[in-house]
């Protein structure tokens, strides 16, 4: 691909010899290099499509790192990662060993702070200003922040503590997907006012003429600031930002470059109290089929620009889109049945049920804890509601798992998306806690599939044999080719290997249960005969299969989850508990470093892979 603009760029400072048409033509170039390069190694598209502008602006007037930027939710920062000399790493964006699809301090000093999850900018952007102003430091902190984002509770406790933050500019990225905002003649007009320099020079020089002024100076000087407030208002409908601290500017154009530069330059020379700047922007803007459906394109694995399916009835199978074609049926049957996710429609399989059952599904935005409370509520009015969140997204709601569903005994149903080690997304979007925080409930039954057949035999009975908190749990993406083989057996546990004189028994759940069947298939090849068990409820667990545990002298537990606090930790306890004399080996994921990189890597790296489980043994035996 050709682009010779963006071929010079290894820093930000290298912007700041570029005219406005060069600009331009290097939006275009970073606009056609994002689509070629997430179309083959995936990633988040139509929310990066939507900021070129607004990052070349920022880099074009800010001093990087000196000025501070902080994004929400952090996948918008691929142009911000081109323009920090970080090109080539987009080769394998996402992949082991390369380039993070959020930013990340340890890959460079222009990325402030880890952000994989939402509403998070405004609190670490405040605490980084605050620091910046105990400390005598010079320099902005700027905020990106999309309108999805405001959706969460946890970005207004921020906004309002912002109070005394002249260092503190909060950009709002409102590319129309969830707040709507009041645009005409006049209000475009004065943002564009607002960003021509002259206009801060005017005010100024106003400003000095009236302190100068005796007797009636002070008082012109409120007269006008209260008119001014009160025309701002009524064009701007600003009252809400305005009376948390801030000083409101837009709606401005979002992709006009000289604008942006304008609006910029004048937040950082004439900044007096902190500033929130209203941008209009198109999500996806210049790739017409994420212009179209920006939600279906906001992650994406890797696509043929050329072809692409419509979302809504995208023929391939997924855990994702098992579940959310079941759940769509089942609400033709039980009418009480409601859906709820929390801006993951897509990525949950529930645009099935909305599209079959649109009065019964709820998108409530990016607000997990609302979306738990919500259900509790659902569930308290006659309802059977069914939560469908990442599990890495769920861990927002601990508290209100326990003490909204929980303490009441509410008839909820967690569907937990993206259980288990997640390819591409790295540290911030690892499924790996859900286990762990949610077994913690004895009471609560926990059913974790290995396959299609399992997912779609036990969700209607979670749906239709229980009124009290349940989960059901299952990877990202397609069935692991080990168990798809394997039918339901519609038990709580099943013995998948079964050998006349084992040395040992391998245990696991979900997908990780295919590396264990794969791991004696490699033992017996070496003379050594394990026997292959597989949790279905890992919680509570079975009395049954802890006894038939207890006559192995080796038992090896293997979970695509934290360690720490994990079901493997639980079985053992039962089994000492139970009087096991043998050797308990327990292997899970530890606490840090899941890098982006496919799952078979990340299990070959922890052990968690046949090979792995298979020395393990070999060593504990």
Avoid at 149 to 167: K, P, S
Avoid at 219 to 237: D, E, F, N, P, W
Avoid at 374 to 403: C, E, M, N, W
Avoid at 418 to 443: C, E, N, W
Wanted: with cysteine; charged share 20%.
């Amino acid at each position: 691909m050709d682009t010779p603009l963006l071929d010079t760029i290894q820093s930000p400072v290298d912007l700041k010899k570029f005219d406005y048409r060069q600009m331009e033509q290097l939006c275009a170039e970073i606009r056609a290099f994002l689509i070629e390069h997430v179309s083959k190694t995936g990633g988040h598209l139509s929310s990066n499509l939507g900021v070129i502008e607004l990052t070349v602006a920022l880099h074009r007037v800010l001093n990087s790192p000196l000025d501070t930027i902080v994004f929400d939710v952090g996948h918008q920062c691929y142009t911000h990662k081109l323009l920090t000399g970080r090109k080539a790493g987009f080769t394998a964006l996402r992949q082991a060993g390369g380039l993070s699809g959020f930013p990340n301090p340890a890959e460079s000093p222009h990325d402030s702070f880890i952000a994989g999850h939402g509403s998070t900018s405004i609190s670490v952007a405040t605490g980084l200003a605050r620091a910046k102003k105990l400390k005598g430091e010079p320099g902005l902190v700027v905020v990106v922040i999309g309108d999805g984002a405001f959706t969460g509770g946890m970005t207004y406790e921020a906004i309002n503590n912002v109070n005394g933050l002249d260092n503190l500019v909060v950009i709002l990225n409102d590319n129309k997907m969830s707040i709507s905002k009041n645009v005409g003649a006049l209000a475009g007009y004065l943002s564009q006012l607002r960003s021509n320099p002259g206009y801060y020079k005017a005010k100024s020089d106003v400003k000095d003429v009236l302190d100068k002024t005796p007797l009636v100076g002070q008082g012109l000087k409120r007269g006008i600031q209260t008119v001014k407030a009160s025309l701002r208002r009524g064009i701007y409908h600003s009252t809400f930002f305005e009376d948390l601290g801030f000083q409101y500017i837009g709606p401005v154009d979002g992709h006009n470059l000289p604008d942006l530069c304008g609006l910029i330059y004048n937040a950082k020379n004439n900044i007096e109290k902190p500033l929130f700047i209203h941008l209009d922007t198109t999500k996806g803007k210049g790739f017409e089929p994420a212009e179209l459906n920006p939600s279906a394109f906001h992650g994406v694995p890797a696509f043929d620009a050329k072809n692409i399916p419509d979302p809504d009835f995208s023929p391939g199978n997924s855990f994702s889109n098992v579940f959310g074609k079941q759940l769509a049926e089942l609400g033709q049957q039980n009418k009480q049945l409601c859906a709820i996710t929390a801006a993951m429609k897509y990525g949950t399989g529930l645009q099935y049920f909305k599209k079959q059952h649109p009065q019964r599904f709820f998108d409530v935005g990016m607000a997990e804890e609302h979306a738990v409370t919500f259900a509790a509520g659902l569930a308290k009015g006659g309802f059977t509601p069914v939560v469908g969140i990442y599990s890495t997204f769920l861990q927002r709601a601990y508290d209100q798992i326990i003490h909204d569903v929980m303490l009441q005994n509410l008839n909820v149903l967690f569907a937990i998306d993206r259980a288990g080690l997640v390819p591409g997304d790295g540290d911030t979007h690892q499924g790996i806690y859900d286990a762990a925080f949610l077994s913690q409930q004895h009471s609560m039954p926990i059913v974790s599939p290995a396959n299609y057949a399992e997912l779609t035999y036990w969700l209607p009975k979670l749906l239709q044999g229980y009124t009290t908190p349940r989960a059901i749990r299952y990877p990202r993406g397609t069935e692991y080719e080990p168990m798809a083989s394997f039918a339901c057996m519609g038990k709580v546990y099943n013995k998948l290997v079964a050998n006349n004189k084992p040395a040992a028994a391998l245990v696991s759940y979900g997908s990780e249960t295919g590396d264990a069947i794969m791991a004696a298939r490699q033992l017996a090849q070496q003379g050594t005969q394990a026997d292959v068990y597989q949790m279905v409820f890992i919680n509570p667990i079975a009395p049954a299969l802890v006894q038939e545990l207890l006559d192995y002298p080796v038992v090896l537990f293997a979970e695509e989850g934290i360690k720490q606090g994990g079901i493997g930790e639980h079985l053992a306890l039962q089994l000492y508990t139970a009087g096991f004399k043998g050797e308990f080996v327990h292997l899970g994921v530890p606490e840090k470093g899941n890098d982006h990189a496919s799952v078979p890597e990340m299990k070959a790296e922890i052990g968690l892979d046949a090979a792995g489980l298979a020395r393990k043994l070999l060593e504990a035996l």
